[in-house]
C-alpha cells in the first residue's frame, strides 16, 4: 500500500488529482497504521497526495473551475 500510495501521488500530480489526492491520502495512512516496513515510502504518498490537493486548490483559485489544465 505504501508503494502504491507514491506512484497515485505521483501520477496525481499531473493528471486526476482530485480523485488520486484521496486515494493517496487514504492508502498511506493505511499503510503507516498496519506498521508497514516501507515508511519512507508511505510518507511521500502522504506528502504528495497532500501536494495532489494543493495544486489542485491553487490551479482551481487562478482560473476558477472545478478542474485544471496546461
Not at 487514504?26 to 503507516?32: E, K, Q, T
Given at each position: 500500500m505504501a508503494v502504491a500510495s507514491f506512484i497515485l501521488g505521483l501520477?496525481?500530480?499531473l493528471a486526476l488529482n482530485v480523485v488520486l489526492g484521496p486515494v493517496s491520502i487514504?492508502?498511506?495512512?493505511?499503510?503507516?497504521l498496519r506498521?508497514?516496513?516501507r515508511r519512507g515510502?508511505?510518507?511521500l504518498g502522504l506528502g504528495l497526495g497532500v501536494a495532489d490537493?494543493?495544486?489542485l486548490l491553487?490551479?482551481?483559485s487562478a482560473d476558477n473551475t472545478?478542474?485544471?489544465s496546461f
Open positions: 501520477v496525481g500530480l487514504v492508502l498511506a495512512s493505511a499503510a503507516l506498521g508497514t516496513g515510502r508511505a510518507f490537493l494543493l495544486v491553487a490551479f482551481m472545478l478542474s485544471w
